[in-house]
């Protein structure tokens, strides 16, 4: 199930509502929201998050947690114009290779992805030592 979906529901039950209640107070259909909680429907519009928030008078904390959950689960992805061909080759594997990724896989890529935040963070230490013994001009990249 998608995180939306996760999300949506842990909501209905923290409010103690059913479906059909909690259907009726988003004036939608008990199946349009039996459909997203059990990952059938993709993740909804922007309006029917605002639509959530607004019927269910939620705060920040939830609205921040009902953006993030619906960007995680975007089914739909589109590469933008300009982007390498070894940048396709590596998503048209992982679209091949989707419902069939080993944990391990999932791991390692998880860890690629951070990898420039974590090169950032290890070069500003680096900065923060050097500076701290005298040795700013031998700086990275220098």
Known sequence: MSPFSILMKELRTWCGLTQVEFALKLNVEQSYV????????????ADFIAKLIEAFDLDRRWERRLE??????QRRMELPKGTSTETYRIFNGLRKQINDLHPAQ?????????LPEVIKMHESQLRVTRAASGNVEKDLGQ
């Open 68 to 73: 993030e959950a619906l960007d995680l689960s």
């Open 106 to 114: 999932i791991e390692l890529i998880e860890y690629a992805l951070k």
């Open 34 to 45: 039996s459909a997203i909680e059990v990952g059938k429907k993709g993740p909804p519009s």
